[in-house]
């Protein structure tokens, strides 16, 4: 390159990055997230099972255990579909966060049921979700062990 050429505009002196900068998502909008999925996902069906499907809270509180099947089948088909499909769930897309494997395409359907499973076990136990602050890429323990990564969605160009 000669500085002629750079000067005059005909070169760019400039390296492309033609590798993107992954973002993690920051903990605040995961929980924000998860929160909001809470409200406009699981309320609903809670709502429709105990006062549509099984007629009164009682009758839910005498059938509890058939009564919390009912709740998480459907919250647990619409979450991992929307995990395999869009890779993020309505929460999750206001908060601008997408669920991606590590090759940044959406989770296939075996990574979003292992992460379905796990993330109750990771927020119980308290570790798996205190080990994304100790970590640089942010991962939980159910990120890690589905093999899932969870990160700011522009990153990725799928803002318009």
Do not use: C
Not at 11 to 17: F, L, Q, R, Y
Not at 55 to 82: D, N
Not at 136 to 142: F, G
Request: net charge positive; aromatic share 10%.
């Amino acid at each position: 390159m000669r500085w002629r050429d750079i000067k005059k505009g005909k070169v760019s002196h400039k390296k492309e990055d033609t590798k993107p900068s992954i973002i993690s998502a920051d903990i605040k909008d995961r929980l924000k997230a998860f929160l909001t999925d809470t409200f406009m996902i699981t309320m609903p069906i809670m709502y429709i099972v105990i006062y549509l499907i099984m007629g009164s809270r009682e009758e839910f509180k005498a059938h509890m255990g058939a009564g919390w099947l009912y709740i998480l089948i459907p919250h647990f088909i619409i979450i991992v579909t929307l995990w395999s499909v869009k890779g993020q769930t309505p929460g999750m897309k206001a908060y601008e966060i997408k669920v991606v494997n590590k090759n940044l395409k959406n989770p296939n359907f075996f990574q979003s049921t292992l992460r379905y499973i796990l993330m109750p076990i990771s927020i119980l136990s308290i570790i798996g979700v205190l080990i994304a602050f100790f970590r640089k890429d942010r991962q939980t323990m159910h990120d890690l062990l589905s093999g899932t990564l969870t990160i700011k969605s522009e990153d990725i160009g799928d803002k318009k």
